[in-house]
């Protein structure tokens, strides 16, 4: 098990926690459905913990590859993967094995996983973009779920400055299911 320290925190959990959704407006769409994705608080006084069966850090291509039963954990926010790779800057001075390195992007593979609270995304792959702040989950079946509120397509892409997502078909048709029990009511 390998944590990083405060500066690394925000970047490494950044794109995690925007991805902690709650769905807030959604409407379907043949091909695509686009909607807001509120994404959580960051928490810096949380520790980040990272765990995998092996971790190679390669500091000529400046990568930290994680690799068998990864598992991200901040607060509630979890993210599970077969594989992780983090690529971060070589000329910001810091490393991955201090907890200092400014990172760039993170990859995941192998049955990807995200949960925040109630809420959950699975995908065959993720890529995190640290530099342009946007997150794309792909897969043969993307689904997004709370509750008995579902989402599926083939390719969610968040970007993570405004919260605004799209869901893609890649071919064939969005689904959505929702629960009306799940509505807000006022009184």
């Known amino acids: 098990m390998s944590a990083f320290s405060e500066p690394a925190q925000r970047h490494v959990i950044l794109p995690?926690?925007?991805?902690?959704?709650?769905?807030?407006a959604a409407t379907a769409g043949a091909q695509e459905t686009k909607s807001q994705l509120k994404g959580l608080q960051l928490s810096n006084d949380k520790p980040i913990q990272i765990q995998s069966d092996k971790l190679e850090i390669q500091q000529q291509s400046n990568t930290a590859q994680f690799t068998g039963n990864v598992k991200v954990v901040?607060?509630?926010?979890?993210?599970?993967?077969?594989?992780?790779?983090?690529?971060?800057?070589?000329?910001?001075?810091?490393?991955?094995?201090?907890?200092?390195?400014?990172?760039?992007?993170?990859?995941?593979a192998d049955k990807v996983f995200l949960q925040s609270g109630v809420q959950q995304a699975t995908a065959d792959t993720g890529t995190f973009n640290l530099i342009d702040e946007v997150f794309v989950l792909k897969g043969d079946k993307v689904v997004l779920s709370e509750g008995k509120n579902v989402f599926?397509?083939?390719?969610?892409?968040?970007?993570?400055?405004?919260?605004?997502?799209?869901?893609?078909?890649?071919?064939?048709?969005?689904?959505?299911?929702l629960d009306p029990k799940s509505r807000k009511t006022t009184n």
């Open 152 to 177: 599926v397509g083939c390719q969610l892409t968040v970007l993570m400055r405004t919260g605004e997502a799209k869901l893609d078909a890649c071919g064939g048709r969005v689904m959505i299911q």
């Open 16 to 24: 995690l926690l925007a991805a902690g959704f709650v769905l807030v």
């Open 74 to 108: 901040q607060g509630t926010t979890t993210l599970q993967a077969g594989s992780m790779v983090v690529y971060y800057k070589a000329d910001g001075g810091g490393s991955i094995s201090s907890g200092d390195a400014d990172i760039e992007k993170i990859d995941v």
